[in-house]
Every structure is written in structure tokens, then in C-alpha cells.
């Protein structure tokens, strides 16, 4: 619970200037041309939320019953000079990521029929703004999300890869290791981290693009641990696959095999040889090895420590859970 009643109504009461105010203020500060979200107003509701130039009118009572920084704020009596019945609260967050949230809570204009696979940007945005706004409940549900999508287990790890719908591309794991480190939830850094690793240099280091066009990066001491361990990746995986092809029949065997040393190690690794190698230098008992076991094997053997070579501690690593499935 808030208990600084002082520090909340200077932060989130009274900030906005009222169409009585405004003219005197005026002269000094530029005005702002508010609109209304036009998917979630709701001209009976009681509230209304203000995101940058954005404003959203809903129904207090799913909020104060769900989050207890909403409880708190509304708990505050409003200036002399605001409506009692239907509060105005500016928030500092992204329209976009607020309007994810109160979706939740409101119907709005968009109906969702049948099976849903939400977008990154929905599971981030509830996750970021409900741990802000301590909104438990969808914090953990969306925590349950991406643990089906970056799990402890090896075969569920697989399963999850094979099946993962377009709205979570490799380049979000970047956002997935930042939700992690937010909430403490450290059962998702081995898989997101080294997801971040199979991206390029350049692409890791720019980091992903929000839909408002801004762009979110790993802390520099995820950054290095990335690096690190694409290093440690580049020279490993060549040795360990050539290690295990001693009948390799080209003289050139063990030039190609280097093909091996940027691929994303728990990718099937038969197609990318089909891509890189046009010509086809790999000979035939290397390429039988990679379509075999032995590739399987050495994954599960790289998942298993997978913790420590990305440089975290996770306790159960390696174990299905029930929230795996």
C-alpha cells in the first residue's frame, strides 16, 4: 500500500490543467490538444485516465478491485475545483501500452472470438504496467504465457519453438530477457538469452522496435553475456560436430563444418547446411551425422548447463513444470 498520500496527488492528481484554468496558464505553457481514445469511452463511465495526449473513459471498479495503486489513488479526495463523480488521473505511460491493459478490464469495440494468441506487445505491456500499477493477477497470467514459450524443459523448449506464433519472433526475446529481470522471474533468462544470441550483431545491439517506434535493449550486462557466449558458441559447436563425424570423406570436411559455427544451436541443423551449402562440400556421412541423433543428443547436453554458460542461476533448470504443460 501507498502511504504517502502527499506524493500521490502531486503525481497523479491535479496535473492535468481544467478548461477553467487553462486560459490563465496559458501565456506560459503551451496548451495540449487532448483526444478521446476512440475505442475505449465510454460516456457513462466514472473514470478518466490520461495517457500523454490520449484519454480513456472506463468503470473505476475493475481497477480499485484488481490493482492496489489505483485503489490508493482513488481513495484521495479530488481538488475543489474537480468533478467528484468521474475523477481525471494523467498516467505516464504509452497510450498504446495503456489500451492493452484496460482491454482487460473493458471490452471496448474489439471482440475476440475463440482460441487467442496474444501479441508480445499485449503480454509486455500487461506485464510492464501491471507490475507498476501492482495488478498481480495479470502480471502472473501473462508470466504463465511466456514460460510456455521459453520453459525449463528441453522437449517443451522444442515443442514450444516448432509452434510459436508470428507475433514472437527471435528479436523479441531481447523484450522477454527485460521482463524477466523486472519481476525476478529467472526461469526465463537461459532460453530468452540465448535466443538473443542467433540474432546479429548489429540487430542485438540496436534491440527490438516497439510498435510506437521506440526501441528497447538489453542492460549492458546482458549485452555482454550475449557476446560472450556467441563467442564460446562459435568455437564450440564446430569442434563438437566434427568430433563426432571421424568418417568425414572430404578433404575439405573440416573447412566446411565452420558453416556450423554461426547457427542457432537448437535449430535443425540438416537446414541450414541445405541453405548455406549450395554446393554441397559437406559429404555424405557428415550430412547423414546431422540429420541423426547425435545432433539431439549434444542440444540436450547444452540445455542441460545451458544456465551457466549464459551466465545465470536458476534453481529446477531441466524440469517440466505444470505451467510448461
Same mark, same amino acid.
Given at each position: 500500500?501507498?502511504?504517502?498520500?502527499?506524493?500521490?496527488?502531486?503525481?497523479?492528481?491535479?496535473? =492535468?490543467?481544467?478548461?477553467?484554468?487553462?486560459?490563465?496558464? +496559458?501565456?506560459?505553457?503551451?496548451?495540449?490538444?487532448?483526444?478521446?481514445?476512440?475505442?475505449?469511452?465510454?460516456?457513462?463511465?466514472?473514470?478518466?485516465?490520461?495517457?500523454?495526449?490520449?484519454?480513456?473513459?472506463?468503470?473505476?471498479?475493475?481497477?480499485? /478491485?484488481?490493482?492496489?495503486?489505483?485503489?490508493?489513488?482513488?481513495?484521495?479526495?479530488?481538488?475543489?475545483?474537480?468533478?467528484?463523480?468521474?475523477?481525471?488521473?494523467?498516467? *505516464?505511460?504509452?497510450?498504446?501500452?495503456?489500451?492493452?491493459?484496460?482491454?482487460?478490464?473493458?471490452?471496448?469495440?474489439?471482440?475476440?472470438?475463440?482460441?487467442?494468441?496474444?501479441? *508480445?506487445?499485449?503480454?509486455? /505491456?500487461?506485464?510492464?504496467?501491471?507490475?507498476?500499477?501492482?495488478?498481480?493477477?495479470?502480471?502472473?497470467?501473462?508470466?504463465?504465457?511466456?514460460?510456455?514459450? *521459453?520453459?525449463?524443459?528441453?522437449?517443451?523448449?522444442?515443442?514450444? =519453438? =516448432?509452434?510459436?506464433?508470428?507475433?514472437?519472433?527471435?528479436?523479441?526475446?531481447?523484450?522477454?530477457?527485460?521482463?524477466?529481470?523486472?519481476?525476478?522471474?529467472?526461469?526465463?533468462?537461459? /532460453?530468452?538469452?540465448?535466443?538473443?544470441?542467433?540474432?546479429?550483431?548489429? !540487430?542485438?545491439?540496436?534491440?527490438?522496435?516497439? /510498435?510506437?517506434?521506440?526501441?528497447?535493449?538489453?542492460?549492458?550486462?546482458?549485452?555482454?553475456?550475449?557476446?560472450?557466449?556467441?563467442?564460446?558458441?562459435?568455437?564450440?559447436?564446430?569442434?563438437?560436430?566434427?568430433?563426432?563425424?571421424?568418417?568425414?570423406?572430404?578433404?575439405? !570436411?573440416? !573447412?566446411?563444418?565452420?558453416?556450423?559455427?554461426?547457427?542457432?544451436?537448437?535449430?535443425?541443423?540438416?537446414? *541450414?547446411?541445405?541453405?548455406?551449402?549450395?554446393?554441397?562440400?559437406?559429404?555424405?556421412?557428415?550430412?547423414?551425422?546431422?540429420?541423426?541423433?547425435?545432433? =539431439?543428443?549434444?542440444?540436450?547436453?547444452?540445455?542441460?548447463?545451458?544456465?551457466?554458460?549464459?551466465?545465470?542461476?536458476?534453481?529446477?533448470?531441466? +524440469?517440466?513444470?505444470?505451467?510448461?504443460?
Amino acid at each position: 500500500m501507498l502511504s504517502n498520500s502527499h506524493s500521490l496527488e502531486d503525481t497523479w492528481l491535479g496535473t =492535468r490543467p481544467t478548461a477553467e484554468s487553462a486560459s490563465d496558464s +496559458e501565456a506560459t505553457q503551451p496548451s495540449t490538444s487532448y483526444k478521446r481514445d476512440t475505442e475505449l469511452w465510454f460516456e457513462d463511465g466514472n473514470l478518466v485516465l490520461v495517457a500523454e495526449d490520449v484519454e480513456f473513459k472506463l468503470y473505476r471498479g475493475p481497477l480499485i /478491485a484488481h490493482s492496489l495503486v489505483f485503489k490508493d489513488m482513488l481513495s484521495l479526495p479530488q481538488p475543489p475545483d474537480r468533478d467528484e463523480s468521474c475523477p481525471v488521473i494523467p498516467l *505516464y505511460d504509452s497510450p498504446n501500452d495503456l489500451r492493452h491493459v484496460l482491454r482487460v478490464f473493458v471490452p471496448g469495440s474489439t471482440l475476440r472470438a475463440g482460441h487467442f494468441e496474444p501479441s *508480445y506487445e499485449e503480454v509486455s /505491456a500487461c506485464i510492464r504496467i501491471g507490475h507498476k500499477y501492482q495488478i498481480e493477477d495479470l502480471v502472473q497470467h501473462n508470466l504463465a504465457y511466456l514460460r510456455k514459450l *521459453y520453459p525449463s524443459d528441453f522437449d517443451a523448449y522444442l515443442n514450444a =519453438r =516448432r509452434n510459436r506464433t508470428p507475433t514472437f519472433t527471435p528479436a523479441h526475446a531481447i523484450g522477454v530477457v527485460n521482463l524477466a529481470r523486472l519481476t525476478g522471474t529467472d526461469a526465463l533468462l537461459p /532460453a530468452a538469452l540465448m535466443e538473443c544470441c542467433t540474432l546479429s550483431g548489429i !540487430g542485438i545491439i540496436n534491440g527490438l522496435e516497439r /510498435a510506437d517506434g521506440t526501441r528497447e535493449t538489453l542492460s549492458p550486462e546482458d549485452l555482454g553475456r550475449c557476446f560472450a557466449r556467441a563467442l564460446r558458441r562459435g568455437a564450440a559447436i564446430p569442434h563438437a560436430v566434427y568430433a563426432c563425424c571421424s568418417d568425414c570423406s572430404t578433404s575439405s !570436411g573440416d !573447412g566446411r563444418i565452420e558453416l556450423l559455427s554461426s547457427l542457432d544451436w537448437f535449430a535443425p541443423w540438416t537446414g *541450414y547446411v541445405d541453405d548455406k551449402d549450395e554446393d554441397r562440400e559437406l559429404c555424405t556421412p557428415c550430412y547423414k551425422m546431422l540429420s541423426q541423433e547425435r545432433p =539431439r543428443q549434444l542440444q540436450r547436453e547444452v540445455w542441460t548447463v545451458l544456465p551457466a554458460m549464459m551466465g545465470v542461476s536458476v534453481e529446477a533448470w531441466g +524440469e517440466k513444470t505444470n505451467v510448461e504443460g
